[in-house]
């Protein structure tokens, strides 16, 4: 089956925000099993939205749509959907009740303008938002003697992503046939290029489940998706083609396994929370150049409490050398950038706060910084544990700036504090 | 003039990566005067690709395309673009050149693949890429006896950003005859609809410049935006208007005036690092749940280094004890989310790092962690300064989630340091 998506909002048009519902859908319903070709926003104009909503209707079964929903736009979507399918808007006796309760429950009184949201196309389903106020609508008609389907969403996307996943999912996936479901393996220390080479067999072979790289920031991402009659068939084979990929030369780089997205977005940090967890180990930072982003990375994650303590932002130099104990004279010879202040830093945060591994980074961000010998990028890491402290240097060179050599740091301190977890 | 935006890439369809060239293009097209209708996204597929760009240039007199450049995808944009004009592809030796330069330079031969990067429609000129691989291209033609306009942008938005900046703005400058100029005014401590309410008459007052509020995450952003003959005037306009929004009951509220859009994005650092930086002040910190993110969101702006010192991240109460000194009696008897705590925290990272003004945060983010009395999104802060320590509670609650807690929270404590900055 063939969805498309049609966003409205002028603020898109405007580029305001950034369009992240068209993404989110579009990631979803590829997961569902739906084929996408095109994506399209409008602004908030009648004519415009109608004539999109009956392009996009003639080349797909399914139509979904975000914004336009709600009082202060007019409801244009909602009026343009039962347009396209000659279709009233009538009450919806379920909506007003719920809005009833809803207004005796913090002792409002209802307006006019509530109203107006119990009214919907004849026979749509409706969509309850438990997260802003305009309910969302699923509505079936007929083109051309062909039968379509609109689903209508809100815009925000802390209404529009939890309604998708809590409605429209269900919806949908009682009109697909097919289950698809994917887990993805991530790899740190190898690049997309030589990745590629070494799965490209794999991938030329395998049609289902197929096997998809993508660079990430710093790492690379090994996309595994299998298409099943149902979940429990899509997982098993996406896990033995996982089991295939780490049998590659590319095993050796693999350094998580994630299948939702809140995971595979933060893979570092859930990676570390976990072989730190596992083993009963404590965790502490000492951030020069990135100033916090470590600890903040780390705490993304409910319950890094139990494994992450805190540590020290040593920003100044000042800071470096009363806090941490960072020599004066190494200070005041080989500089903050250096295997010598890392060693300090890793060792001071270690001490001050008892961690069972202790990672400082400290570093030239750019743009300016620069010395004779050390250019923007330069970066030294230090991991200080029980056994002693490993050393070791990195230069992030081309076209990085300031907070891609930031991000970057944080990323491979986290990858050094997992490698020492896994070496104590 | 009207201006079209054409996104290609697959990846865009199934949602793998967010759209981002679209939000920077639209906004640049419309700083610059040009109106914007639609915008549409198609796959790597070159029958809809040139169907997509033909009903582009049947309403639009500039379209401009993002992707499908480069040999990994056979240059498909720049094909459609040469068959919509009826135009051949013919080699422009300027470009060979240049490769020829760069080859040499860098000890490598050229290869076929690259010579196909020298080829571009009939009279086409030519935007050389510094950034990446495949150059940009505006090609001129006709459809239907009317002049037309195609601009081809490389994909990755880090090419597709500064080769708009350098070579397509001053492009689209010499065809637009006006400039639009823009100004933000934040405003922090007033809610969306409030602002609007005072705003009202001047907004609907005033067409030329116009005012438009925006819901920032902690913020209500007030955007000022004038058009006119050049750049010089618009500004003018622009900041008299500001002036005549400074100058009612919402005025009271304005924390920062910004311009361009790392500033906008920022205006939270930005502010805290002028202010303090003006005054000769440094600044602290002693992070809980946030756990270093105000810390990373001050040094993002460069140049923070001579104002942030540093601080502790007393992710638990070990730390908070051993290095800010918080006494275990306040820990065991009101616990770490206190207003006792807060100050503690405060007082300790402006001892250990010397610093005018430290800020502390210590709260609840979630989604675990409530207790009697305390839900989630309970914050205290705390701020030392010489001339004593104030405490203040907040309670991030609606439908807050774990990451937006922490960003509040952070954008409070900024917030609280500007504050103390000027009293001081």
Known sequence: MILEILCVGTELL?????????????????????????????GDN???????????????????????????????????????????????????????????????????????QCLAPEGAEIFYN??????????????????KRIILLPGPPSECEPMFEECVKPYLRALSPEVIRSL???????????????????MEESVNPTVAPYAGEFEVRIRVTAKAA?????????????????????????????????SAKNAAAVTLLSEFGKRGLTFATAESLTAGMIGSLTADIPGSSSVYLGGIISYSNSVKRDVLGVPAAVLDSVGPVSEECA?????????????????????????????????????????????????????????????????????????LAIRAAKEL
């Open 14 to 42: 405007l580029g305001e925000i950034v369009n992240t519902d068209g993404a989110f859908i579009a990631r979803e319903a590829a997961a569902l099993g739906f084929s996408s070709y095109h994506q399209t926003t409008v």
């Open 46 to 116: 009648p004519e415009r939205l109608l004539e999109a909503l009956r392009l996009a209707l003639s080349r797909a079964d399914i139509v979904v749509t975000t914004g336009g929903l709600g009082p202060t736009c007019d409801d244009i979507t909602k009026n343009a959907a039962a347009e396209v399918f000659g279709k009233k808007l009538v009450f919806h006796d379920e909506v007003r009740e719920d809005l009833e309760k809803f207004f005796s429950r913090v002792g409002r009184p209802m307006t006019e303008n509530n109203l107006s």
């Open 130 to 147: 438990k997260w802003g106020t305009a309910p969302g609508l699923a509505v079936t008609g007929e083109i051309d003697g062909r039968s």
């Open 184 to 202: 993805n393996l991530h790899l740190y220390g190898i690049g997309e290029s030589s990745a590629e080479a070494i799965l490209r067999p794999l």
């Open 230 to 262: 149902d979940e429990e068939e899509a997982l098993s084979m996406c896990r033995a083609m996982a089991d295939r990929v780490r049998a590659t030369e590319a095993g050796a780089y693999v350094y998580a396994e994630t299948g939702d997205p809140f």
């Open 343 to 415: 060693a300090a830093m890793a060792q001071g945060a270690r001490r001050l706060t008892g961690a069972d591994v202790a990672v400082s980074v400290t570093g030239i961000a750019g743009p300016g910084g620069a010395e004779p010998g050390k250019p923007v990028g330069t970066v030294w890491f230090g991991v200080a544990t029980k056994n002693g402290t490993h050393t070791e240097m990195r230069l992030f060179g081309g076209k990085k700036d300031r907070a891609k050599i930031r991000r970057l740091t944080a990323a491979h301190a986290m990858m």
